[in-house]
């Protein structure tokens, strides 16, 4: 038995092939809306990161910009309200005296404040204890070291972060293990 194959051709009319001419318009337009939507989601992603980047930014600025804590000697009197002040890092410093301090007490040389603090009264931070009196006792107290190795010692070491982490503590602790006098300068 022999079967027969018949071939029919299809003819599409006009508005038939309108239709699949708009059915692959659509298509490539969903493609295209893919990909659109894709580029967004990208886009978002990224200015989340770069807004967190700014914050991170303005963080690190603010944190530049903040007062640092000095630790010196109080030299001479300028003026009623105003002394010159030289730092442990051998910088002098032209300082506004605070009013709650007793003028008739500064005497040149001589500490304008004794802390009491010690690192015992320091909670935590035993690593940063430890870099802090190797970085700024060894060199007040044992000076000679360095200079029998032939290398100058640490002229200074900038403590820095948010308010209430123990920063001011740590250096009145240096200043109280030190005999060395804390200035807060404002």
Not at 58 to 72: D, T, Y
Request: charged share 25%; net charge negative; glycine share 6%.
């Amino acid at each position: 038995m022999k079967s027969s194959v018949s071939s029919t051709t299809m003819t599409t009319t006009p508005e038939e092939e309108v239709v699949v001419d708009l059915y692959e318009e659509m298509k490539s337009f969903e493609r295209q809306l893919e990909f659109v939507e894709l580029q967004e989601e990208y886009l978002k992603d990224e200015m989340r990161h770069l807004q967190r980047e700014l914050l991170r930014a303005k963080e690190e600025i603010r944190r530049i910009q903040s007062v640092p804590l000095v630790i010196g000697q109080f030299n001479e009197m300028i003026d009623a309200n105003y002394g010159i002040v030289s730092s442990t890092a051998g910088s002098n410093y032209y300082v506004r005296i605070l009013s709650t301090l007793d003028r008739e007490l500064l005497k040149p040389n001589t500490m304008t404040e004794k802390p009491k603090v010690t690192y015992k009264d320091i909670g935590g931070m035993d690593m940063q204890k430890q870099e802090v009196r190797e970085a700024i006792e060894l060199p007040l107290l044992q000076h000679h070291l360095y200079q029998q190795i032939g290398i100058d010692p640490p002229r200074g070491v900038l403590l820095y972060g948010p308010p209430g982490t123990g920063k001011t503590m740590l250096a009145k602790a240096v200043a109280n293990a030190t005999e060395a006098t804390f200035i807060s300068m404002v």
